[in-house]
């Protein structure tokens, strides 16, 4: 449940939306569908950009007339009033009033502490901060400060939460006014005040001061591990004694808070309409949030800063669409799952992987591109070969053996399109002791209809020795059981085929 409505609400009910969860919102503005409707759109057009799997299926939007209705039936509910302590308090009178017993309870609040929301209510462990950043959907940091009346369950419960949504929750130690992060945005903005109050810059120089320089070092590793960079090899401890005695200089007015008059809002309000006033809110949140993803996904390919949550939370949607419910990663259970695999299918295909076309899968021609049909099969591929206890989570894949694709043939076979929901069959073709030869048909799930087929061998290879060798004992009998599993089954049209080949 959303309770308040605007910039942040929108933003939560998004980002909890587009990962399945059912989402109540309440809002006394009557414009609030409206407006949280176009923050959706927004997160519906860039968020499943930063995914390279397919996400869940959108959850179910409704809008309700009072807090105690929008509640009911919560299992997490977020807070974001206007940051007024009284109306934070009677906003929590009503939930905890109405919400049942397991229900935990977070606050967008920036500045307050969770000391102060929780005076008054039954149980203060189930309220606690959880302060996000804007966009909601997009920024994965969520500051959880749970306060002196934490309980650990309670906390773990919620860290557990905001990480299924591909957040990442920044436990605060200690509360304090204004958490962490505002705290230096704060220092930021009052010298930002300063120096256009004494003009010597305008809104868009700072910006630019920003953006063009240091926002960039920040975006991906932060304060001090950029300033451990700038100490050079001699690290922190010699940046510290370089340029630590500026501090003591009186370069900046953090101390001191320029009068923000009428005079001083005015010019803030001039210079940034001349800086921004060409674009509407909505299409600067577009642009913005384009950037963010184009970041993002740089940082991805390198597993740092926000693309290492990305990643984590890449295998979290994997699991959860390619793997029953319960299914563990170890060796024994993906076999044991494998082989009641074949059993309840009678022969059958394996079906393997699923999921729903991405916007970044597209073509010039708005198809899902031929690289990404590949894709799809090789993803296949690791999972049967995790199921085969060789896959390199699995406890065989620390033997030095793996699988090495020596052929592939794909033929296309039909157009798939945003969004649209996919799943491949895997049908083991032949095997000896050293070779595999299978073939994934892909299909869209929807009309099973046939997308494309990918027939491939397989080398088993002995990955120290950089040579060809033997199946292991159990992985032969795992093939083995799956060629004759398989044996039966029509051999899909085009198996066999050399590319080019005129079609009878």
């Not at 022969?347 to 699923?354: D, E, M, N």
């Amino acid at each position: 449940a959303i309770v308040g409505g605007g910039v942040i609400g929108g933003g939560w009910a998004a980002r909890f939306l587009l990962h399945g969860w059912d989402v109540r919102v309440f809002d006394p503005d009557p414009d609030a569908p409206r407006k949280i409707s176009e923050v959706v759109a927004n997160a519906q057009r860039s968020l499943p950009l930063l995914a390279d799997v397919s996400m869940p299926t959108v959850g179910n939007l409704v809008f309700s007339d009072s807090i105690e209705d929008a509640v009911a039936e919560a299992d997490w509910v977020q807070e974001s009033v206007p940051e007024r302590l009284e109306i934070k308090h009677r906003t929590f009178e009503a939930i905890f009033a109405a919400a049942p017993q397991h229900t935990l309870i977070g606050s967008s609040t920036s500045g307050f502490k969770p000391s102060e929301l929780q005076q008054g209510v039954k149980d203060p462990s189930r309220l606690m901060v959880a302060h996000p950043f804007n966009p909601v959907y997009l920024l994965p940091l969520v500051e959880l400060v749970p306060g002196d009346a934490a309980v650990d369950e309670r906390t773990s419960q919620a860290r557990a939460l905001l990480r299924s949504i591909g957040m990442k929750p920044l436990l605060v130690r200690k509360e304090i006014d204004a958490h962490l992060a505002d705290r230096f945005l704060e220092a930021v903005w009052r010298e930002g005040l300063w120096l256009i109050k004494d003009e010597i810059a305008t809104t868009e120089e700072i910006d630019d001061a920003i953006r063009f320089g240091f926002g960039l070092r920040w975006a991906q590793m932060g304060l001090f591990e950029t300033y451990r960079i700038a100490g050079g090899e001699a690290g922190m401890a010699h940046f510290i004694a370089q340029f630590g005695p500026c501090l003591e200089w009186p370069w900046t007015k953090l101390m001191d808070v320029p009068e923000l008059d009428q005079a001083l809002i005015d010019k803030i309000a001039q210079q940034s309409d001349a800086q921004s006033g060409q674009y509407s809110i909505r299409e600067l949140e577009r642009i913005r949030d384009d950037n963010l993803v184009g970041i993002m996904q740089a940082l991805k390919q390198n597993n740092f800063g926000a693309g290492e949550v990305l990643n984590q939370h890449d295998r979290q949607l994997a699991r959860l669409i390619n793997h029953p419910a319960g299914l563990d990663d170890d060796t024994e259970s993906l076999q044991s799952h494998l082989q009641q695999t074949l059993d309840e299918g009678n022969g059958r295909p394996l079906f393997l992987h699923r999921g729903r076309v991405l916007p970044s899968w597209l073509d010039y021609n708005q198809h899902m591109t031929e690289a990404r049909y590949f894709a799809v099969c090789s993803e296949a591929n690791a999972i049967l070969f995790e199921q085969l206890g060789l896959g390199k989570s699995n406890t065989l894949g620390g033997t030095g053996h793996s699988f090495y694709a020596v052929e592939t043939h794909m033929q296309h076979q039909s157009e798939l399109n945003v969004g649209e929901a996919w799943h491949t069959a895997t049908q083991v073709l032949s095997s000896d002791d050293k070779r595999l030869r299978l073939v994934h048909c892909l299909y869209a799930t929807e009309d099973e209809r046939l997308a494309a087929t990918c027939e491939q061998l397989f080398l088993h290879i002995d990955t120290r020795q950089k040579a060809a060798c033997t199946f292991s004992d159990l992985a032969a009998q795992l093939i083995a059981l799956l060629t004759r599993a398989h044996a039966g089954l029509p051999i899909p049209d085009g198996v066999g085929r050399h590319v080019g080949q005129e079609r009878n």
